[in-house]
């Protein structure tokens, strides 16, 4: 069957608690300010009082080995989120006391150490600027009670900080610190619905059929997906089709590999179809993975994650323009073990995951840390089995990233995300799936 050209696919459209610290004043909860969600990029001062130190200074012409900012003064007051983001880490260690690390946009993580108590918000709960997270206090490595504010990037302090304070002042829990933080004004799409390609709201899924027709089949936003419709012909040729949205505008896009190597790159436009057309690499028919949907690197941007035939496994940096420009990072190796492999954010962290079937079965969440991954967890066996896997977006609407899965009789399975990392219980979408060759 002759290949539809790309520029006739790009004119296709798709179908339509409180606590008292001993020593200090009980906690004025009313004094916190309001909270509010923020796109501005712009952060707020976390609590009250006097700068004592900062990142490597000790504020009195000293050099101190110390990596973020001391708020001395005002123990038992509310303590606020810096920045909209989602919360990481609730814990306590023998330096920081209890302490709370917030991940935001663009890769940066904020950490408020020295807490009266365990932080007030759970992991992975969402909380915005101005919100209270817990209470200043004077636990851990602590001389006086103060709050022990650090901002990290992509996994390195931001000393820059440093320049939003003044040694020896005074500042006011809420204001705005006057910093500009690179990226952290980006607005980015959701990270489980960068598989909406008609626009309506809900994940859908791109098949390649047995006659290698590409069909567009529509989400319902409950598990379900209505009769795949034609979009173009001849790309059984193509292998490693991925859904993503590498140039950040919120619209589903699509990747795939050439039998030549290259890799293809369609941008979803506002009608339901597919518009720009790029070619971001090379040498990507042979990789034995290929998958994408969020940020890996932690910088705000989607990337693309390569497993090659060795097994090396590659963070392909996207810049938010539809490009993979680099820096690409080398992120793990033994990836040749894996049968397949689905990217996502599965943990509400906003930075992305993996999940992948080994080959002898089980089924494994790697938690993403930001241009690496963490220890692996199991998190289920027998996936063997499946013929076909994809995933890592929201297709029942409850805004967690989900698998579907298919058995080799051609049953469609949905497995729920529960938001953590792991899976409920599998729901049955449908028969009759073995014609796909690919499912994405």
């Known amino acids: 069957m002759k290949r539809t ?66 708020i001395s003064g005002q123990g038992g007051t509310p303590i606020l989120a810096a920045y909209d983001g989602v919360i990481k880490t609730r814990a306590w260690s023998n330096g920081y006391g209890y302490y709370v690390d917030i991940q935001h946009a663009a890769g940066y993580v904020t950490r408020y150490a020295h807490m009266v108590a365990q932080g007030s918000v759970a992991p992975g709960a969402s909380v915005v600027r101005g919100q209270q997270i817990g209470i200043v206090g004077s636990t851990g490595n602590s001389t006086g009670a103060h709050l022990h504010f650090e901002v990290w990037r992509n996994g390195t302090v931001f000393s820059a900080i440093n320049d939003g304070f003044v040694c020896l002042s005074t500042v006011a829990r809420g204001g705005r610190i006057p910093l500009v933080f690179p990226g952290l004004g980006t607005v980015a799409s959701s ?86 057309y790029g070619t971001p690499g090379s040498g990507w028919y042979g990789m034995l993975h290929v998958t994408s949907g969020a940020d890996f690197s932690g910088d705000g941007h989607q990337d693309v994650l390569g497993a090659s035939a060795t097994g090396s496994l590659t963070i392909y940096r996207g810049n938010g323009t539809g490009a993979l420009p680099g820096p690409h990072t080398l992120v793990g190796s033994g990836w040749n ?22 080959n002898d079965g089980t089924l494994y969440f790697y ?64 028969s009759g799936w073995s014609g796909y060759l690919q499912l994405e």
């Open 5 to 70: 050209s790309r520029w006739r696919l790009a004119r296709v459209a798709m179908l339509t608690a409180a606590a008292v610290l001993i020593g200090t004043i009980a906690p004025s909860l009313a004094s916190s300010g309001p909270a509010s969600a923020a796109t501005d990029g712009q952060m707020v001062y976390p609590a009250s009082g006097t700068i004592q130190s900062k990142v490597g200074d000790g504020c009195r012409s000293d050099y101190r080995k110390h990596d973020g900012i001391d």
């Open 367 to 430: 938690p993403g840390l930001g241009g690496r991954f963490g220890t692996r967890v199991a998190v289920g066996s027998g996936w063997g089995a499946m013929t076909a896997l994809t995933g890592g977006v929201d297709y029942n609407g409850d805004k967690k990233a989900d698998l579907i899965a298919r058995t080799a009789s051609g049953e469609l399975y949905l497995y729920p995300g529960d938001g953590t990392g792991r899976l409920k219980s599998r729901i049955l979408i449908g």
């Open 191 to 276: 990270p489980v619905m960068t598989a909406d390609y008609n626009g309506d709201g809900k994940a859908d899924l791109l098949g390649v059929a047995g006659d290698s027709d590409l069909h567009f089949l529509a989400g319902n936003g409950a598990g379900g997906f209505a009769k795949g419709s034609v979009i173009t012909s001849a790309w059984g040729i193509h292998r490693h089709l991925t859904h993503t949205d590498l140039n950040g505008d919120g619209r589903a896009d699509m990747l795939v590999a050439r039998s030549d190597g290259v890799l293809e790159y369609y941008a979803g436009n506002a009608t339901g179809g597919f518009g720009a």
């Open 337 to 358: 073990t894996i049968r397949y492999m689905v990217g996502g954010e599965f943990n509400g962290d906003r930075l992305g995951d993996i999940m992948a079937v080994a």
